[in-house]
């Protein structure tokens, strides 16, 4: 077993990885191609990333015991959400190197705590206001103008948790719509396209970028991914450097995703920080066919303490998640030429549920670079 701060995993050695969705499942998987083993932990029997793993814990999160045992049968432990309590992330860090460390944690849970820190490296956000009461939002509309998104500072994904107010809206019904005690509103951000960077960082502080994807929402939930984003490569290169500032200053270790919003200006776009997922993300997923190392691998090596690859795109990349009913044309998918077709085994679509994902990559146009 590795000791609780230095993590130096040789092949056969166990990765424990909190939660088993199919972030949980891609990344066992990526382990066991690198020879090594995962453990996956979730209060969730039906957990896709049970199927791909040989040991598995089945426990609440709250379950001391069941954490301990986990514990004691790993020598690194990862998490594929960031909304792990923090007495568990406590429990666990206790007994075996978690990483990214807990302390990320704190500030990705919370939407404030996340926009303070951002603001404080000197990289642009969305204007925003904290708001614990409904004569709060009040002051914070007149600050900030409308339209605006009021968003709960925590447990928020997908467009859960949030409200457009317009004008003419009631921000006292917006607020009980919401139903919470703490949110941020954020001024409506004009974007012209929202992008991602998703970055890894290494144990002795690299960090390798994947190219800047491109990503379009269907009903809050994203729905493409295309890889180059279609924006300049002196902008590309700014986003690349905002995660690589973030993902210094937090002194990560693992994969990390920022997303983007690209603002039109007279003086070109600019880039405001919408989020930081603290984990591989579903933006990064056409890593997995379309460049020579995928998110999941590198966040093992990361993790693992092992050097960073250095990936390469193979041609322009485009991911579309099957989302609820999506996943009913599967065969449909299976036919198409140079598509690579991943299916989660969820069991029965619900409405906003992603089930899968299919990644078509072009081969590169003769005598044109990668892109
Ligand atoms: P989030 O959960 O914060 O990632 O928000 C989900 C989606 O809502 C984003 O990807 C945007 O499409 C949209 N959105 C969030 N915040 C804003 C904002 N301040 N202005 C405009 N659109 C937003």
Redesign the pocket.
Known sequence: MTSKKQVALKPGDTIGILGGGQLGRMLALAAARLGLKAQVFSPDPDSPAFDVVQHATCAEYADVEALELFAADVDVITYEFENIPSATAMILAARRPVLPDTVVLETTQDRLAEKNYITKLGIGT?RYADVWSADALAVAIKTLGLPA?L?TRRF????KG?VIIREGDDPQDAWDRLGTKSAIL????P?ER?VSVIAARGADGDVVCFDVTENE?RD?ILKTSHAPAAISDALAAQARDIAQKIATALNYVGVLAV?L?VVPGAGGPTLLV??IAPRVHNSGHWTLDGASVSQFEQHIRAIAGWPLARPLRFGPVTMTNLIGDDILDYGKWLTVPGATVHLYDKGTPRPGRKMGHVTVVEPPAEGRNNR
């Open positions: 969305a998104v968003k928020g994904y997908d467009g949030q954020e001024a409506f951000v974007f929202e929402h809050h997303e919003f919408n989020e």
